[in-house]
């Protein structure tokens, strides 16, 4: 990454602390976080299922509803390798 895209992306990331909102995960079926639209993992990597999903401001449960939905693009949801 370029120093300015360094920095917009601290930038990006500070807005979103400032944001201040609740942070959920839930462990969820494999097939069924996989299928959540926005979400972020690295796939070459072999998760469990079920496996537990984190995500910023939309509780895992609505992404879950419906994981075609735009919901997952608009926030933080991510498989969770340990916190």
Known sequence: MSVEQVKATEALCNAVIDQNEP?????????????????????????????????????????????YGPAGNTTSVEFCGGT
């Open 23 to 67: 942070v959920y995960a839930k462990d969820s079926s494999l097939a069924v976080a996989k299928a959540i639209q926005g979400l972020r993992a690295v796939f070459e990597e072999t998760y469990p299922d079920p496996v537990r999903v984190v995500s910023i401001g939309i509780p895992v449960e609505e992404l879950e509803a419906d994981p």
